[in-house]
């Protein structure tokens, strides 16, 4: 698609600043307790409240670290891609970590970071699970989704048809054996929706289409209005 398209927002800005607002707490929380107890501290251990918050402040942290090394393998893999990183969803909380703008389409991207086997189950009678470790963790796919129906409706809004495709795009989180581990030779799917590594997604965002390099720009400049940078809290 030529030249390098511009980049636009701080991938996993948001979660960052909820990481750091959490451990200011957790400090103010620390530093809050009698003096007695500070000079026990090595005696004691942490109170139920701040164990809460330091096991928060983890997951935003992990989970900000993971936006922003997904950012970092994108920009190096797909150099011809636009992308808008950590932007709100009009009239909710939640944020979409990272849009991008490739030949085929537009690509809602949503970076988890989780250990353990991730497969899609498919029973006679009911709907799909997404298991990853065992767990049930459908309800990612229902986040995803409300994700690229917004999308959608920027789009439509705006006069455009361009595809909008959805992934759940999965990094290992820290630790000396953590790994995802996702079928070898195949791409999952749930729905429409695809699950992979980094990888997959950077050889997806390259492969041909229909929208040029003007095109998505136009297409990301219309909505980075209509998905402003999620607040820093």
């Not at 636009?8 to 957790?26: F, I, K, N, Q, T």
């Amino acid at each position: 698609m030529g030249s390098r398209p511009p980049i636009e927002g701080v991938a996993g800005a948001s979660a960052r600043a909820e990481a750091e607002r959490l451990r200011e707490r957790r400090r103010e929380s620390e530093a809050a307790r009698s003096r007695v107890v500070r000079v026990l501290r090595l005696l004691l251990a942490p109170s139920a409240g701040e164990q809460r918050l330091a096991a928060r402040e983890r997951r935003w942290a992990d989970g900000a670290r993971g936006e922003e090394l997904l950012a970092e393998a994108l920009a190096e893999r797909c150099p011809g891609v636009a992308f808008l990183h950590d932007r709100r969803m009009p009239g909710s909380r939640a944020n979409i970590d990272h849009i991008a703008f490739a030949p085929s389409g537009v690509h809602v991207i949503d970076a988890k970071r989780y250990s353990g086997r991730i497969r899609v189950t498919r029973p006679l009678f009911g709907s799909p699970r997404l298991l990853i470790a065992g767990r049930d963790r459908t309800g990612l796919i229902a986040g995803l989704e409300r994700q690229v129906a917004a999308v959608r409706g920027a789009l439509a809004e705006i006069g455009e048809t361009v595809p909008v495709h959805g992934c759940l795009c999965f990094l290992p989180p820290e630790g000396l054996f953590a790994e995802v581990e996702l079928p070898a030779f195949r791409t999952p799917r749930m729905g429409e929706h695809r699950l992979c590594c980094s990888r997959r997604l950077a050889r997806r965002l390259n492969e041909p289409g229909p929208l040029d390099a003007a095109g998505a720009l136009h297409i990301r400049a219309e909505l980075s209005e209509r998905f402003p940078a999620a607040r820093r809290r």
